[in-house]
Nanobody, 125 residues
Framework: QVQLVESGVGLVQAGGSLRLSCVAS????????MGWFRQAPGKEREFVAS?????????YYAESVKGRFTISRDNAKDTVSLRMNSLKPEDTAVYYC?????????????????WGQGTQVTVSS
């Protein structure tokens, strides 16, 4: 089992920045690829970003966040982060940290075994 705890609940104005963090516990963190998904009210959960085992490995971004968001991980601290810049009102959602026991990251929610409880991000216009 892997437990994931997100932090970084925030209310920010459009154009602002926010950093989300997720701390993992329970298993060897570096053997899990990690991801972030989000779900806005009335919408389906969608992929945001993912990163492989390696801190300098494969990274994927959704087209909607490419160039604005940066995913990173620190295997020494069992932490994955999502730096969000140039935030837009449409980025408002609950953001979830995810983990899968595979070297390669994925972009489908069904491919992830473990999920955090989610953290709210609200971007005002």
């Amino acid at each position: 089992q892997v437990q994931l705890v997100e932090s970084g609940v925030g209310l920010v104005q459009a154009g602002g920045s926010l950093r989300l963090s997720c701390v993992a516990s329970g298993r060897t963190f570096r053997r899990y690829s990690m991801g972030w998904f989000r779900q806005a009210p009335g919408k389906e959960r969608e992929f945001v970003a993912s990163i492989s085992w390696s801190e300098r490995g494969t990274i994927y971004y959704a087209e909607s966040v490419k160039g604005r968001f940066t995913i990173s991980r620190d295997n020494a601290k069992d932490t994955v982060s999502l730096r969000m810049n140039s935030l837009k009102p449409e980025d408002t959602a609950v953001y979830y940290c995810t983990a899968r026991q595979d070297f390669y990251p994925a972009q489908e929610s069904d491919d992830y075994e473990y999920w955090g409880q989610g953290t709210q991000v609200t971007v005002s216009s």
